[in-house]
């Protein structure tokens, strides 16, 4: 049994052909690949896109959706062992999982870092513990990373460029700024799907502060080794963007403050001018801008660079549908 939790669990051949059958959905969005079949989606965070797109995807292919949310319609989870259950949660993930795997054939899994302690937050506890126990596959709809976001934006850099070939192509992954200290997650996976695909890319991040946890660069050295593409680390605005095909924006908190964000938000107020505008976009080699959604306008980016014809936003967001389709129907095989 194949769990869907991070695209580095899969190999290049395996995403190729997950990307070509999001290609191929996205022409013919209905089929058959769960007739009979159904998805639960376990939320313990909101969503938009998520929710919709899967459970549209599961509609469209002849399946069903049940959404669950613990702790509002569903009762409240506990993850750890030797735990003695006299407070808030009803029941244990042990249980939990086995019983959800014997009505359904999917278990999607939303649950954010709790923002306390990184140290335990990089475990991903709970969507481990849904995948250690349930008997069907498991697919991660974001937790410290966000593998549906990856293919559902290099879908979109494919279709933007021609080519299913990225090599050779200069890429940004700009930090931003935003009031609250969000999830490194899309960051993460950013980081890890650019390198796998052979793109040039640069991490720039105010300070060395907001370097993302060193998993996730060791994965990008790793990838690099293997695509022939580059990875740099940069401070530097102008450098940075100079010359860039693909510009993705997202915003962080600084992982040496993580639980302790008092601290850190002077430091992140330092660095709104890390907005992307037109004056950086400029600078770029025409090049493209995306982010995941949602995005506060005129804070991450203007109106003018997400109202860009250079903006691929949309392109990405629509991509999630097809590629959770294409993750659905091959975890069903």
Same mark, same amino acid.
């Given at each position: ?12 051949? *395996?995403?190729?052909? #997950?990307?070509? %059958? ?14 009979? @079949?159904?998805?639960? $989606? ?37 993850? =750890?062992?030797?735990?003695?259950? *006299? ?5 244990? !993930? ?10 359904? =054939? ?32 498991? !697919?991660?709809?974001?937790? !410290? ?12 850099? %494919? ?5 299913? =070939? $990225? ?12 009031? +609250? ?14 390198? @796998? ?23 990008? %050295? ?10 740099? !680390? ?30 850190? +938000? ?19 080699? =025409? ?7 949602? #995005? ?18 949309? *392109? ?14 091959? $975890?069903?095989?």
């Amino acid at each position: 049994m194949k769990h869907f939790l991070n695209t580095q669990d899969w190999s290049r051949t *395996d995403l190729d052909a #997950l990307l070509a %059958q999001a290609a191929a959905f996205k022409r013919e969005k209905w089929g058959d690949a769960m007739k009979g @079949r159904a998805i639960a $989606l376990v939320f313990f965070n909101p969503s938009m896109r998520t929710r919709t797109s899967f459970e549209l995807g599961a509609f469209q292919l002849g399946g069903h959706a049940v959404v669950l949310q613990p702790g509002k319609d569903a009762w409240p989870i506990e993850f =750890d062992f030797g735990t003695v259950m *006299d407070g808030e949660a009803e029941e244990h !993930i042990a249980e939990v999982a086995r019983v959800l795997a014997r009505y359904v =054939d999917l278990i999607g899994v939303r649950a954010f870092p709790k923002f306390q302690d990184w140290t335990q937050d990089r475990e991903d506890k709970v969507l481990r513990a849904f995948a250690k126990y349930s008997t069907v596959p498991v !697919i991660n709809m974001e937790t !410290i990373t966000h593998p549906c976001q990856e293919l559902a934006h290099v879908l979109a850099l %494919q279709e933007h460029f021609g080519t299913t =070939d $990225l090599r050779g192509k200069k890429y940004v992954l700009t930090w931003t700024y935003h009031p +609250k200290p969000l999830n490194t997650a899309v960051a993460n996976s950013a980081l890890t799907i650019a390198t @796998r695909f052979g793109l040039d890319v640069t991490l720039l991040c105010p300070t060395p502060e907001y370097v993302l946890d060193e998993r996730y660069l060791g994965w990008a %050295q790793a990838n690099v080794a293997e695509s022939g593409g580059s990875f740099t !680390i940069s401070h530097d605005i102008a450098s940075a963007y100079r010359g860039a095909d693909v510009v993705y924006a997202k915003s962080w908190g600084a992982l040496p403050y993580f639980g302790n964000w008092a601290a850190e +938000k002077p430091i992140r107020d330092q660095y709104k001018h890390f907005i992307v505008d037109e004056a950086k976009m400029a600078l770029t080699n =025409d090049g493209v801008f995306s982010h995941c959604l949602p #995005l506060r306008r005129n804070v991450k980016a203007t109106d003018a660079v997400m109202d860009s014809p250079r903006c691929i936003a949309i *392109d990405e967001a629509e991509n999630r549908l097809h590629v959770q389709k294409a993750i659905m129907a091959a $975890l069903l095989r």
